[in-house]
């Protein structure tokens, strides 16, 4: 395929995994059972996306809690009454918060790669949670013993290890999701707090080679849950300039929800570097209306007046159930858009190699 096309990461769970999480949580069911939903959940989630013909597939996120909170799973140094992040809707998502120290992973995105590989031959892409995301979690108040630049060296060296983990066990792509990026420019409009997440994340991608770089990705929305989002309000304009001074080799970027999708474009155009590639969103995760794949075409057209061919993929805006219990989407309407972008990707090739 001229543009390649890749999806960003969740797909929401079937309903008889749902059931089984709340039969789990509340002592009904063994975690031997629940494993068997986790599987057959994510023996069908790779199964669909081969069905839509996507290039490259994902395990959809089936057997996390949520796309932040993975790294946490089992650990005893954690308590649930972090940072409040509140949503336009009115909702709030409320962040994990470290008790003590040393941080660590109590998982590692490499096993998701491994169990997603048992069911298919295709690529895996595999999403990772960024350093700047779990930074969030050091309590304002510091944690005795256990000072912030320790905090931060250790977060540093785990998140390495988790981006590492998935290369290892041949992820085609890993995409780090960077969903504060533009949150951070709403908390902070003086952009030091962005400036501060972007030191941070090259900090841990200077771990990598050149060739490895070109390998891992940046996902930024303005962080769809429950159809709504936290920054959407934020311009574009206020974020992508400082984005490409990560370095990553893709980008992956919301924008058929965009209002003016031309004008972020032109700030695309002007800021990003010969070795980056931008997988610009071309599905409205928030529209419960499957797009037409000449929608989905078009939109392609329209990046391709602004970015490079040799520089330009596509996407969908985000994540369909970023978290485990947002039922928003159904899953057969996530993997029928899926099914659409990758439509349109291959009619946008078409009529972009005729058109030359």
Do not use: W
């Not at 009454?81 to 008790?99: E, N, S």
């Not at 920054?231 to 893709?250: K, T």
């Not at 007046?305 to 039922?327: A, H, K, M, V, W």
């Amino acid at each position: 395929m001229l543009i390649p096309t890749e999806s960003i990461g969740s797909i929401p769970r079937p309903p008889q995994l749902l059931d089984a999480l709340r039969e789990f949580r509340e002592g009904r069911l063994s975690r031997e059972r629940l494993d068997i939903y986790y599987d057959a959940a994510l023996r069908d989630t790779i199964e669909r996306f081969a069905q839509t013909g996507s290039p490259v597939v994902s395990d959809g996120e089936q057997t996390k809690p949520s796309f932040a909170t993975y790294p946490l799973h089992g650990l005893s140094n954690i308590a649930h009454d972090g940072m409040v992040i509140t949503f336009a809707d009115g909702h709030t998502r409320q962040l994990p918060k470290l008790t003590s120290g040393p941080f660590h992973y109590g998982v590692h995105a490499g096993d998701y790669v491994r169990a997603a590989k048992r069911y298919t031959k295709l690529p895996v892409k595999q999403a990772v949670i960024s350093a700047s995301a779990l930074s969030l979690l050091y309590p304002q108040e510091g944690l005795a013993g256990y000072s912030r630049e320790a905090f931060i060296d250790d977060l540093i060296k785990e998140t390495v290890a988790d981006i590492r983990s998935c290369l290892t066990q041949g992820a085609h792509h890993v995409q780090i999701d960077f969903t504060e990026g533009r949150l951070s420019v709403k908390i902070d409009p003086s952009k030091q707090l962005l400036r501060q997440f972007i030191d941070l994340n090259n900090r841990v991608l200077e771990h990598f080679t050149l060739e490895e770089r070109q390998l891992i990705g940046v996902h930024t929305c303005p962080g769809g849950d429950h159809d709504s989002t936290h920054s959407a309000d934020v311009d574009y304009a206020d974020l992508l300039p400082d984005l490409f001074q990560l370095q990553a080799g893709h980008f992956y970027m919301q924008l058929a929800s965009e209002k003016n999708p031309d004008r972020v474009l032109a700030v695309v155009r002007d800021n990003i570097r010969p070795n980056q590639r931008v997988y610009v969103g071309v599905i409205d995760v928030l529209n419960p209306e499957v797009e037409e794949p000449e929608l989905v075409r078009d939109r392609i057209l329209q990046a391709a007046e602004y970015i490079p061919i040799n520089q330009l993929g596509s996407t969908d805006d985000c994540g369909f159930s970023p978290f485990e219990d947002d039922r928003s989407t159904g899953r057969d309407t996530a993997f029928a858009k899926i099914e659409a972008r990758v439509i349109g990707t291959k009619l946008a090739a078409s009529a972009l190699k005729f058109g030359s």
